[in-house]
């Protein structure tokens, strides 16, 4: 089992920054047998993949985000952050973490695991 918690989230102007954490804690297992994966929900919109790092460190983003966003990962500190710059009103959305042994990093009903989300709204 594995708990998940983000934070971070804000209000920002466009073109400001915000860091999001995701602070994990998993029974029986580390951290780093874990992929992780940020989702984003906009207003009124489905979900969407944001940005994933594996297992061993491999990463993906979006194409609406590259460029602007870093994901990373500290096993020592059980955490994953997205570091979000130059940030537009269309990042708008409750941003969510997730972890799974072995998703498809892409999709989002492939993690088994989910924290409860943080608001980001950025205002222009």
């Known amino acids: 089992q594995v708990q998940l918690v983000e934070s971070g989230g804000g209000l920002v102007q466009a073109g400001g920054s915000l860091r999001l954490s995701c602070v994990a804690s998993a029974s029986g297992r580390t951290f780093d047998n874990y992929a992780v994966g940020w989702f984003r929900q906009p207003p009124g919109k489905e979900r969407e993949f944001v940005a994933a790092i594996s297992r061993s460190g491999g990463i993906y983003y979006a194409d609406s985000v590259k460029g602007r966003f870093t994901i990373s990962r500290d096993n020592g500190k059980n955490t994953v952050y997205l570091q979000m710059n130059s940030l537009k009103t269309e990042d708008t959305a409750v941003y969510y973490c997730?972890?799974?042994?072995?998703?498809?990093?892409?999709?989002?009903?492939?993690?088994?695991?989910w924290g409860q989300g943080t608001q980001v709204t950025v205002s222009s």
């Open positions: 997730a972890a799974d042994r072995d998703p498809s990093y892409y999709r989002d009903r492939t993690y088994d695991y």
